[in-house]
Nanobody, 114 residues
Framework: QVQLVESGGGLVQPGGSLRLSCAAS????????MSWYRQAPGKERDFVAA??????LYADSMKGRFTISRDNAKNTVYLQMNTLKPEDTAVYYC?????????WGQGTQVTVSS
């Protein structure tokens, strides 16, 4: 049974930091491209970052502020978010992709507000 469980979301002030985690199980984690997406209220789900092996890719608005990493020994992918802005407020989702297979987590809420 495939599971992706996000954690680490919460309320943070503008300029603050959060580290999201996504614990995976039920599939060969190291073989999959792991990604983070986010969805703000009333908006579509947008790409944030992805990591495959040692290569990372970011959406332009996240470059320099967010860092994606993975620990294949722990079957976990992380998203370190720094210098957070109110417009980063969204539900953040973890995703695993391999060929035509894609799995999603349930999401974790990040709210950036003073």
């Amino acid at each position: 049974q495939v599971q992706l469980v996000e954690s680490g979301g919460g309320l943070v002030q503008p300029g603050g930091s959060l580290r999201l985690s996504c614990a995976a199980s039920g599939f060969t984690f190291s073989s999959y491209v792991m990604s983070w997406y986010r969805q703000a209220p009333g908006k579509e789900r947008d790409f944030v970052a992805a990591i495959s092996g040692g290569s990372a890719l970011y959406a332009d608005s996240m470059k320099g502020r967010f860092t994606i990493s993975r620990d294949n020994a722990k079957n976990t992918v992380y998203l370190q978010m720094n210098t957070l802005k109110p417009e980063d407020t969204a539900v953040y989702y973890c995703s695993a992709t391999l060929d035509s297979r894609r799995y999603w987590g349930q999401g974790t809420q990040v709210t950036v507000s003073s």
